[in-house]
């Protein structure tokens, strides 16, 4: 075929252009929804809007600016967040604390600085190439535009900062749909996230948010046309609804961890990593511990080990008690019973005072002996009262413990000197997140090596979220040239 002219390249061009734009929807990835309000005029200030429509605008405007700016301001706005977060850690989880009701300060106070300090940014996004006859291929990673987040209210201020850093570090602008719950100390996290990215160097209204957040909202925000990737974190109903939204969808669901201890365990250690995992913020972290299933020959050594780590053991009267109190629904064997909301996330104190027991200030743990098919085993009760569970041997505890985790593939945790125990435990629990000899936190970065993420997507098989997981490739091919070899 003869060269084209210039002329002939300028009119194909027009006319692809011509057939483009008469498309239906022929938005770039990158493009930004064009609201019908002015996103500046309608914003509160600092990121935050009245409705979704003109936050998405605003989100998209500000993507569009940070493409034009250099990988260096990228990294200085992310270092700027960290920093300005690290000041704010500790005002943060308390107002998350007194909004809520959940957790304790200390321990959300300890959630923050992780995601600040081990939350990656754009160190992660490298590219890759491929060298051989034929030229060059390279593949970088780019932006998806504007991300839809949904958070939740256990974890409203660690998993906004941990989201912001992986996002942003990606080249994205992000809306968040907060948690009613957490609405108010959700959008001060906000403000201070855009004070940040101004302070570097970048765009206003990078982050944003709506006043008044609702399960409305959320689910206008899954079906914006302005929206091109969702992150959602919570419960399996706004799973289901993310994934059916016509979107990528990006979903952190529910757990139900379980503890494996085998007769050559540290027994000592397990029993100090499991009290730390299953109390750490009062048992509402997804990770977090939620049952043990013991082989018998170690079991007593367990229980009183665990009561010398900070636990308290409940007796069988005392639970049965206690049973009325922390569920809300008849119980049935083997099966998940509704937990008594105004129990969630609480201290052991408020719980059992519930029933008259006074323990001490130092006590951050109930335990109770249970048999395997008491619904406590099988309910994530995100609360700080922890069954433990005699076995036979440890190929029965693996087995309970595949079955009581539900399938979820989230997060389990064994103790255990024996290989072929550890190997079979990890293969048949397929989980997101699978520890040996250590709390089930240590899975998060926490007393473990490895990233931090509050985002562990099992059910859209990303596992722990990171910038690239906010990201789209992109390959681009040279032929025939640029091997220099």
Same mark, same amino acid.
């Given at each position: 075929?003869?060269?084209?002219?210039?002329?002939?390249?300028?009119?194909?061009?027009?006319?692809?252009?011509?057939?483009?734009?008469?498309?239906?929807?022929?938005?770039?990835?990158?493009?930004?929804y /064009?609201?019908?309000?002015?996103?500046?005029?309608?914003?509160?200030?600092?990121?935050?809007?009245?409705?979704?429509?003109?936050?998405?605008? $605003?989100?998209?405007? /500000?993507?569009?600016?940070?493409?034009?700016?250099?990988?260096?301001?990228?990294?200085?706005?992310?270092?700027?967040? &960290?920093?300005?977060?690290?000041?704010?850690?500790?005002?943060?989880?308390?107002? $998350?604390?007194?909004?809520?009701?959940?957790?304790?300060?200390?321990?959300?106070?300890?959630?923050? &600085?992780? #995601?600040?300090?081990?939350?990656?940014?754009?160190?992660?996004?490298?590219?890759?190439?491929?060298?051989?006859?034929?030229?060059?291929?390279? %593949?970088?990673?780019?932006?998806?535009?504007?991300?839809?987040?949904?958070?939740?209210?256990?974890? +409203?201020?660690?998993?906004?900062?941990?989201n912001?850093?992986g996002?942003?570090?990606?080249?994205?602008?992000?809306?968040?749909?907060?948690?009613?719950?957490?609405?108010?100390?959700?959008?001060?996290?906000?403000?201070?996230?855009?004070?940040?990215?101004?302070?570097?160097?970048? +765009?206003?209204?990078?982050?944003?948010?709506?006043?008044?957040?609702?399960?409305?909202?959320?689910?206008?925000? %899954?079906?914006?046309?302005?929206?091109?990737?969702?992150?959602?974190?919570?419960?399996?109903?706004?799973?289901?609804?993310?994934?059916?939204?016509?979107? &990528?969808?990006?979903?952190?669901?529910?757990?139900? +961890?379980?503890?494996?201890?085998?007769?050559? /365990?540290?027994?000592?250690?397990?029993?100090?990593?499991?009290?730390?995992?299953?109390?750490?913020?009062?048992?509402?972290?997804?990770?977090?511990?939620?049952?043990?299933?013991?082989?018998?020959k170690?079991a007593?050594?367990?229980?009183?080990?665990?009561?010398?780590?900070?636990?308290?053991?409940?007796?069988?009267?005392?639970?049965?008690?206690?049973?009325?109190?922390?569920?809300?629904?008849?119980?049935?064997?083997?099966?998940?019973?509704?937990?008594?909301?105004?129990?969630i996330?609480?201290?052991?104190?408020?719980?059992?005072?519930?029933?008259?027991?006074?323990?001490?200030?130092?006590?951050?743990?109930?335990?109770?002996?249970?048999?395997?098919?008491? +619904?406590?085993?099988?309910?994530?009760?995100?609360?700080p009262?922890?069954? #433990?569970?005699?076995?036979?041997?440890?190929?029965?505890?693996?087995?309970?413990?595949?079955?009581?985790?539900?399938?979820?593939?989230?997060?389990a #945790?064994?103790?255990?000197?024996?290989?072929?125990?550890?190997?079979?435990?990890?293969?048949? %629990?397929?989980?997101?997140?699978?520890?040996?000899?250590?709390?089930?936190v240590?899975?998060?970065?926490?007393?473990?090596?490895?990233?931090?993420?509050?985002?562990?997507?099992?059910?859209?098989?990303?596992?722990?979220?990171?910038? &690239?997981?906010?990201?789209?490739?992109?390959?681009?091919?040279?032929?025939?040239?640029?091997?220099?070899?």
């Open positions: 075929m003869s060269n084209l002219t210039q002329e002939q390249i300028d009119q194909i061009a027009k006319r692809v252009i011509g057939l483009i734009q008469n498309q239906p929807d022929n938005r770039a990835l990158s493009q930004p /064009a609201g019908t309000a002015s996103a500046a005029s309608a914003s509160l200030g600092n990121g935050i809007f009245p409705n979704i429509d003109s936050a998405v605008e $605003a989100a998209g405007r /500000a993507h569009l600016q940070l493409m034009k700016m250099s990988l260096e301001t990228r990294n200085k706005i992310i270092s700027n967040i &960290r920093r300005r977060m690290t000041e704010n850690a500790e005002t943060l989880a308390r107002k $998350a604390n007194e909004e809520t009701g959940l957790g304790r300060v200390e321990d959300k106070i300890l959630k923050n &600085r992780l #995601v600040i300090e081990k939350t990656p940014g754009t160190e992660v996004l490298k590219p890759t190439a491929f060298s051989g006859d034929r030229g060059l291929t390279l %593949m970088e990673l780019a932006p998806y535009g504007v991300i839809g987040s949904i958070t939740p209210v256990t974890n +409203p201020t660690s998993s906004i900062i941990c912001t850093i996002m942003v570090a990606a080249g994205n602008g992000v809306v968040f749909n907060v948690h009613p719950g957490a609405k108010n100390v959700s959008i001060e996290n906000i403000r201070l996230l855009n004070d940040a990215i101004t302070e570097a160097g970048g +765009p206003p209204n990078l982050v944003t948010t709506i006043l008044n957040p609702t399960v409305e909202s959320a689910q206008e925000l %899954m079906h914006h046309p302005g929206v091109r990737l969702l992150v959602v974190t919570g419960g399996s109903g706004v799973v289901k609804a993310a994934m059916a939204s016509g979107k &990528r969808a990006i979903c952190a669901g529910p757990g139900n +961890p379980p503890v494996v201890v085998d007769e050559s /365990a540290d027994i000592d250690q397990a029993a100090k990593h499991i009290v730390l995992g299953a109390s750490m913020d009062n048992n509402i972290i997804c990770v977090d511990e939620k049952e043990v299933f013991v082989v018998s170690v007593d050594q367990l229980i009183a080990a665990l009561q010398r780590h900070g636990a308290v053991l409940l007796s069988k009267g005392q639970f049965i008690q206690l049973e009325r109190e922390i569920f809300s629904s008849p119980l049935e064997p083997r099966r998940r019973a509704a937990v008594n909301k105004a129990l996330g609480k201290d052991v104190q408020v719980i059992l005072s519930k029933i008259g027991l006074k323990v001490g200030k130092d006590v951050r743990l109930a335990v109770v002996e249970l048999e395997e098919d008491h +619904p406590l085993v099988w309910t994530e009760q995100m609360m009262v922890f069954p #433990v569970v005699r076995v036979s041997n440890a190929d029965k505890a693996i087995d309970l413990a595949k079955e009581a985790e539900h399938g979820y593939g989230h997060t #945790v064994m103790h255990s000197k024996n290989l072929d125990n550890l190997s079979r435990m990890a293969k048949e %629990m397929n989980c997101s997140i699978f520890v040996k000899n250590g709390p089930s240590a899975g998060l970065g926490y007393g473990g090596e490895g990233y931090c993420s509050f985002s562990i997507a099992s059910p859209t098989g990303e596992g722990l979220t990171n910038p &690239r997981s906010f990201s789209r490739e992109r390959r681009c091919v040279l032929v025939d040239h640029f091997r220099i070899v």
